[in-house]
Structures are given as structure tokens and as C-alpha cells.
DNA sequence: TGCGCGCGATGCGTGTGCTCGTAGTGGAAG
DNA sequence: CTTCCACTACGAGCACACGCATCGCGCGCA
């Protein structure tokens, strides 16, 4: 699966390039506009993440550029919400969805999941871990055969340590995939939402899937915690 | 099910392009008027879309054109309210329907099956989930035996919900969906529909199907709420 | 045929419960 | 003993649901 990221936030596009890697994608960067048009002109990709403003051309005329041109790839736009430009500008220039800034990363995987589906290119994703379930279209997770009702931060922080299972992920890894980008807060929050998610998933089933790994992060266990 | 789709303005093409192949109609896209007469006249259409107001050439005279040719493929005219072309006019060019922008996704779909069972080409669709049955051709709803009566907009965000029953539907999916495309209103609007909906469809039946996912949107069970 | 009245559909303003994030303290590990 | 993590309590903000005003349409009557 291909995908064309253009951003000129260093910070977003690594972020979003590593995140976007790890899940299995091949992922290109474009920093300026023409370039980025340049390279999806190039190449076939699946869905192009492409932010409007840009150093050399703005998302909205590379956008209209290659609509003209008959190239029909899925297309996210990340728009500002300080008014100067919109939404039904970026649909109106031919984009198939839009974002607004600031997101975080999860919510952005959704989106190109929910782009991929609409375009027939991809098949339902399911994340499982022994006998933890989660499933991002139905935001549904199971324990065995119980459902888990969750908060919307609270998934996210799961589906996020269920995409890398196995792996140790640090604090800030997960306040930048599930945070918004600019948010500036305080990072033990993690700890309380880690926390909280053990309150739901764990302890009432006597497992104990989310393990601290002290000084490092967490990791969730790929036996689910048994 | 093959659509051609002739309509100038991108953010109405893409949406109803989208909306349509996730339906599973397959959607040709021409942006002026001479390429969707040069589609119309190679490919066998199903069903038409044509906007009048075009680049190009105005589809009044795509519509008598291929009718003069002896192409007689159901055409759904979109016509703009200004007064300045008219819905007459439409039918009188030898279109099988029109439809007067702005218009609703649901809407649209509507018109095109009706379009498609006159010409005889689709079998009727039927949207079930438990005993929850919605008929969108008659327009009518059902809960086991006894039928239930919704206004417009209520079948529309049901019928909408029944279509990607299981999944969870956000709010601002429903608006592009069920609402017209440039409504700038609240939207508050969608919570008080699906409020309606759930006093209609739910609460006199003791059932909940119509769940509420806090932070994401709503999901249809495809149980009916049993 | 034209005007007026009434009802139903639609969408907006307002209140409330829940979620989120912060701060602070207690505890465990190294 | 120090550092890092867990847990709790609480206030602010937001998402959601509910009642009300308005608009438009249809029916009835003149």
C-alpha cells in the first residue's frame, strides 16, 4: 500500500511517516508542492495525505492540477481551521476527504483506512493479542467473548499499543500517534490513560496485558497477557 | 451497475462518486460537457447524472443529442433553482427525472433506483438488521409486523445508517449524506434526528439499535438491538 | 380561485452528565 | 535514597439530548 505524504512540518511528516511505516505502509515524503505533485504524478500511489499550505504550490492547485490531469487517487486534505482556507474549498478542488489541524495520528490512520475501503483497495483490519480483540471501523474491543466499552482516548491509546504489540513503545510515541500534534500538556497523562485502559482490560479479567517496562515505556503482551 | 456522472462542480462529483461506489455502483466522472457526451456515446451506461449547467456543452443539448442518436439509457437531470433553466425544459429535452439542486446524497440514490426499476434493470433493495426493515423504494419502514411512518428526513438518516449498519458512523458522515451539500448549519441537527429516529423506531419496542458511540459518531446494530 | 388558518416538519438554543486533563500524593523499583 | 510510576480527586469543557420557535405546506372556506 502506497501512500504520498506532502507536509512541510518536519515534525508532522516524521511522524506521521514512521507511524504510517509501522503499520505496514510504504511511505513517500514531499516537502514542498511541487514536488509533491511532481512525485505523484510519477508514481501510482493508493491515497495522497496532502496539506494546502505549502512552500512552492498550495494543496488546492496541486489538487486540481492532477484531477484535470485524470488522476483519481483518494486524496486527504489537512486543513487549518483559522478560516482563511476551508473544507468545501479543499472538496471543491476535487479532495475526497479533509482534516482538520491540529490531529492526531490515529485519527488519521482512520481516515485513510475509511479512503482505502471507499476505493475497494484494502480489507477490514482486526488487531488481536491472545484474547484481546479491537476492531478500528466498529471501535468495538472484546475480552474473549465480552465486549469493553471504552472512551475515544482510551481506544485510541489501546488501538495504538495493539498496532505495535510486542514491541516496548515509549510515553512520548504514544502522545504523539494519539495526541494531537501541538498539544503541550502534561505527558503524564499516559500514565493515566495506561492506567485506566488496565482498569477495563486488564483487572477485570486477571491478565495483565499492558506491561511497564520501567524507564523505557510500555509494551502490550501478544498472548494478551496470560 | 454502471453510472456516468457529468458534472462540473468537483465537490458534488466526488461526493456523489464516493457515495455511489460504496453502494456498489461503478462511477464514471466527466467534468465537462463534451467528454460525458464522448462517455455516454462508447460505454453502456445504466444510468446518467447530468448536470445542465456545464463547460463545454449545456446538457440539454448532451440529452437530445443522444437521444437523437437512439441512446435511450435513463437520464436524471440536475438542475440549478435560479430560474434561469427549468425542470420543463429538462423532461422536454428527453430526460426521465430532474432534480433541483441543492440536493441530498440520500435523495439522489432515491431517484436513481426509482430510475433503474422503471428501466427495469435492478432488483429491489432491501436494508434488514434484526426485525428492523426499511424498504427504500416504498419508502417504508417496518419493526417485525407493524410498520412504522418517518418523515423525509428521519428514512433518510436511517436509510443511511442501515447502509453501513455495524459500522460507527460520525456525525459529520451522516451530514454529508443525508443533509444537502452545502447545508452550513449546526450540526447539532444530526444528534436530534437520530434522538427522533431512537422514539420511533426504539423506544416503542423496547429495543436499542441505534447506539451511541461517545466521540466517534453512531453505529446501527445489525442485530436490531435485541 | 384566492386567502387564511392549522398542523407537522425542521432546525436552533439551552441545560446536563460525562470525559478529559491537571495536580498532588503515595508507592515501588533500582 | 532517588527516580520513576501508579493512583485519586477535582474542575473545566464538551458532546449529547431535550423542549421550543419558526417555517412551509396543505386543507378548508369564502
Redesign the pocket.
Known amino acids: 500500500m502506497r501512500v504520498l505524504v506532502v507536509e512541510d512540518e518536519t515534525r508532522v511528516a516524521s511522524a506521521v511517516k514512521r507511524g504510517l511505516e509501522a503499520e505496514g505502509f510504504a511511505v513517500d515524503v514531499a516537502m514542498t508542492g511541487t514536488d509533491g505533485l511532481w512525485l505523484a504524478q510519477e508514481n501510482d500511489y493508493d491515497v495522497i495525505v496532502l496539506d494546502i499550505m505549502l512552500p512552492g504550490m498550495n494543496g488546492y492547485r496541486i489538487c486540481s492540477t492532477l484531477r484535470e490531469g485524470g488522476n483519481w487517487t483518494p486524496i486527504l486534505m489537512l486543513t487549518a481551521k483559522d478560516g482563511e482556507y476551508d473544507e468545501a474549498e479543499a472538496l471543491d478542488t476535487g479532495a475526497d476527504d479533509y482534516l482538520t489541524k491540529p490531529f492526531s495520528y490515529v485519527v488519521l490512520v482512520a481516515r485513510l483506512r475509511a479512503l482505502l475501503r471507499r476505493a475497494g483497495r484494502s480489507e477490514t483490519v482486526m488487531y488481536e493479542a491472545g484474547d484481546l480483540r479491537l476492531e478500528p471501523a466498529l471501535h468495538r474491543v472484546w475480552r474473549g467473548d465480552t465486549e469493553i466499552?471504552?472512551?475515544?482516548?482510551?481506544?485510541?491509546v489501546l488501538e495504538y499499543l495493539l498496532s505495535r504489540a510486542g514491541d516496548v513503545v515509549s510515553?512520548r510515541d504514544i502522545l504523539e500517534h494519539v495526541?494531537?500534534f501541538d498539544?503541550?500538556?502534561?505527558?503524564?497523562?499516559?500514565?493515566?490513560?495506561?492506567?485506566?485502559l488496565?482498569?477495563r482490560v486488564d483487572?477485570p479479567f486477571a491478565r495483565r496485558a499492558?506491561e511497564?517496562?520501567?524507564?523505557?515505556?510500555?509494551r502490550l503482551r501478544t498472548d494478551g497477557g496470560r
Open positions: 466499552s471504552l472512551t475515544a482516548r482510551e481506544f485510541s510515553k495526541w494531537d498539544f503541550e500538556g502534561d505527558p503524564n497523562i499516559v500514565e493515566v490513560y495506561v492506567g485506566r488496565r482498569r483487572e499492558i511497564t517496562v520501567r524507564g523505557a515505556g510500555y
